[in-house]
Each structure stands twice: as C-alpha cells, then as structure tokens.
C-alpha cells in the first residue's frame, strides 16, 4: 500500500512539472489497439459465431478516439487448434482458437486465446503465447453450447416463448432501429417481456435471439447478483469489510462489500467509468490492479462510478470461495444455468479472475431471462435463486448518488419519474447501448441490444416509456 501510495504521489507530482507537456505513447496505443481489436474479434467470432468482416464493420467501429484510427491498420490472424475429429476448422469441433495482431515488429503480436464454454482471454503486451503450430485458417466457428436447453418452455427455454403482441407496439420496437427516434445509436436487438412472456421482439440483419454480444456494463449488475446468491449461501456478507487479500494490513481492508457494489470504496483510479484499458485490452490482472489503487477518500462518502469496484467485489468472491474449480464454475453453475441461459459465457484475464465488470458475452433472450429474475425478487419457477430482500437491497439507494441522472443502488441504476417511467423502475446499462429495464409495477423486462459508436446514445427512458404507452 506504502509503495503504491508513493507511485500516485510521484505521478501527481510529474503532472505538475514537466512531464504533463509529454504526449501519449504512440507504441502504448497501439499495442492497447491491437488488444481491443483480438479481443474484440475473438469474442464476436467464437462466442457469437459472427464473421470477421461482420464483427470488423459493427464491433469495431466507433471505438474510443484515440484507437479508432489505429485498428483497421492492424492485420489479425486467425487460428484454430485442437478439434475432437480429423476435420480441422470444422465449427462444431473446434476446441480452442485465438486471435493474433500484430502491431509492432520488434513485439510479439497481440493474443486473445478462446476456449470453448469459457471465452477468450487477452495475453499481457509482449507475451508470444508460445508455439501452437500447425494452426489452421478459419473462419467465423460459433462456440458450441453443451446442454442447451433451449427445447424446454420459456422462460428456461424458447419453446412458446412469445404471446400475441399488441399491434401498437410494432411502431416503438421498429423506431429503435431506425437510428434517430431514440438517438443515433445502432441497434441489435429489442426484447420485451410483459407478465412473463415475450410480447414484442425484433433484430437487425445478422442477429437474431441467439446471437450473443458483449454486456459491458451490464455485467456489473450480472456481479450484484452473482454476489446475492454468495451472500444466500453464507460466503459473504455486504456489512463487513470485503476479504480481498492484497489489501490486509493497509488501510483498504476497512473498504466494506457494500461501498464496492455502490461505486463508494473511496479507492483512486485514473478514471471514472468504463476506462480500465491496461486490463481490458493490455492483459493486465484484477489482482495486480487490487494491489496498486490506494485510498483516496474515506470509503462510503463518494460515488464515483469505477469499473475497478466491481473487479474488487467478485475478487473478495474468489479469495471467499477458496476454490477456484468453484470459483470458475460459479456463474455458471448458480446463476446462468439455472435460468437457462446457455449462451451467456463469463470471461477471465490471464491470472483466472473474471472480468465481471464488463467482459460477459450473452444474447438478448439470456438477458430478458434474468429481468425476469430480478422482476419476481430473486424467484425462478419456484425455486429461490436470490436471498429474499437482495432485490430490495439491489434498487434501494445508500449513501452518495450520482451528480445526476438515474440513482444507483448496488450494481444497478434507478429511474423513477424523474425520467419520465414509473416509481420504482431500474436497469442495468453498459457501454455501446446494452439496455435491462426492468418496470416492476408493469410487470415488464425490456431487452435492448446495441453496438452504439462514438458519442451515440440510445434513449432507454423514452423508449421504455413509449413500450409502456402501447402496452394495455
């Protein structure tokens, strides 16, 4: 802690002098571009069974600025390794694949390496990720889903899933696709469930209700579930300091699970938002990055909305479960499988831990499916998933909130009639236009898929409050 409190001294320091004048480092960017690009194309192709091309023109347009120019230099390579016959390339028998771009001559290329049911993870800058040769040229293999579930009846499966959907709603679904009725974002995909069954779904060409993309942000709201279903089974309790072992002994040991799932643990981090590069795209760890943030302001008095938070929060997940065979089945064995939601896929960094701040990959129905969790407190066909009261806990306000805009609960956003919807509605949200809300008091889940780029946003509350409008 001494030593990481020394190095943001020194930094803040050599802002003030000299160094600030310095420009970003050309060779950094394109090595975080070129990590953005693997693992951008790895998920898009080998979660989603997308095409290169495909993922090239919507994935990766409209990125952050400063890389946005840089990736479609960058040439990737595409590979496939072991499969269980003798036909190499072959969709359903691919076992493993990975995504290399190169960047600079005198480095090895970027790596973003797929397994099958776990996703893809990103090798740190400078890792050559070893020999794997021969390796086959392939192209778009969709991952295969073991078990899927999807003759059952919805909600665990598709089978007469949707209902007869009011006529009116056709009009406010096929707007958010025009982009401009709600904003010039790009639109995926629109589901949306009242009382329990699908009244009104649409996508764009090229997706369809099995489609998966990334969450973003979405995944925080994933964790605060994750981390009720670890407090049910008495792994961890939101009221004591969060057991993450870089931090005992320093004065971060005092940072409850409570203020990480408010966005209110008081740490530094060089950003607000969803700007966590070097370990999204760079290959750094969660627990390298637990041990190097301090403390800035005592934990429980500020909001400030950090991806690092919810890092933190399911890293005291892992050091509590104490396992990480569980640990690495825990999403999907207590939470995705259960629900049915076979095509949801949690990722890990190169150190095991999962990225749940961002780094899940699931379909608009996956997700409809755990609105509809959320909407019946925690319940699934009888069977109580969620402690009772952790929804509660989940959409209530503590402590600080936002400047503006929505409140924030724990891991969730709250809407109210501030911005135009019913009392008590809230969402998840994540980066590009990935949209949950969910409108307790009308019974309703709403599902919106995006790969927004640049400065476009959707309009989730106007949109939500037009389905309200053609709904009965």
């Known amino acids: ?31 975080i571009a070129a990590g953005y690009k693997a693992l951008s194309l790895c998920g898009a192709m080998f979660n989603a069974g997308r095409t290169q091309a495909q993922a090239e023109a919507l994935e990766l347009a409209g990125i952050y600025p400063e890389y946005d120019a840089i990736v479609p230099t960058l040439t990737a390579e595409v590979r496939s ?53 021969p390796a086959t040229i392939v192209g778009n293999a969709p991952a295969r889903f073991a078990g899927s579930m999807d003759a059952q009846p919805w909600p665990l499966g598709d089978r007469g899933a949707a209902a007869a959907a009011p006529p009116a709603l056709a009009a406010p679904i096929l707007r958010a696709f025009d982009g401009q009725s709600y904003g010039t974002g790009r639109t995926t995909g629109v589901v949306v469930v009242q009382n329990g069954r699908i009244v009104g779904e649409h996508y764009a060409d090229g997706f369809d209700m099995h489609t998966s993309q990334r969450t973003w942000s979405v995944a925080k709201s994933i964790s605060g579930t994750l981390i009720g279903i670890a407090v049910r089974e008495h792994l961890l309790r939101t009221d004591q300091p969060a057991p993450i072992p870089e931090w005992r002994g320093d004065p971060r040991a005092a940072v409850r699970l409570d203020d990480l799932l408010r966005m209110a643990s008081g740490l530094h981090s060089a950003t607000a938002g969803n700007r966590t590069d070097a370990l999204y795209f760079g290959g750094t760890t969660v627990t390298q990055e637990a041990g190097y943030w301090p403390l800035e302001v005592r934990p429980g008095t500020r909001f400030r909305y950090a991806n690092d938070d919810i890092l933190f929060a399911i890293r005291a997940l892992r050091a509590a479960i104490g396992n990480d065979e569980r640990y690495h089945a825990f999403p999907r064995t207590s939470l995705f499988r259960p629900l049915g939601m076979t095509r949801t896929i949690a990722e890990t960094d190169a150190g095991g831990n999962f990225i749940l701040s961002s780094q ?15 909407l019946n407190d925690g319940v699934w066909q009888g069977r109580r998933i969620l402690p009772e009261g952790w929804m509660h806990y989940m959409t209530t306000p503590s402590g600080p909130q936002p400047a503006s805009g929505p409140g924030y609960g724990a891991t969730l956003w ?59």
Do not use: H, K
């Open 414 to 472: 709250l809407f109210g009639p501030a911005q135009g919807l019913p009392a008590g509605s809230y969402a998840a949200q994540g980066n590009r236009g990935q949209y949950v809300m969910v409108v307790p008091s009308r019974n309703l889940v709403i599902v919106r898929r995006g790969e927004d780029g640049g400065d476009s946003r959707f309009d989730i509350a106007r949109f939500t409050a037009d389905v309200i409008g053609a709904l009965p």
């Open 360 to 374: 899940v990959w699931s379909t608009a129905r996956d997700l409809a499916r755990l609105g509809l969790l959320w």
């Open 81 to 133: 390794f072991s499969t269980e016959s003798g036909e190499p390339g072959r969709a359903l028998d691919l076992r493993a694949a990975e995504i290399r771009v190169s960047f600079d001559a005198a480095m090895a290329p970027r790596i973003a390496r797929w397994r099958l049911n776990e996703g893809c993870t990103i090798l740190p800058i400078g890792d050559p990720g070893g020999d794997n040769a």
């Open 1 to 31: 802690m001494r030593s990481a409190a020394r190095l943001l001294l020194a930094l803040l320091l050599a802002a003030a002098g000299p160094a600030a004048a310095q420009p970003r480092s050309p060779a950094y960017d394109r090595a």
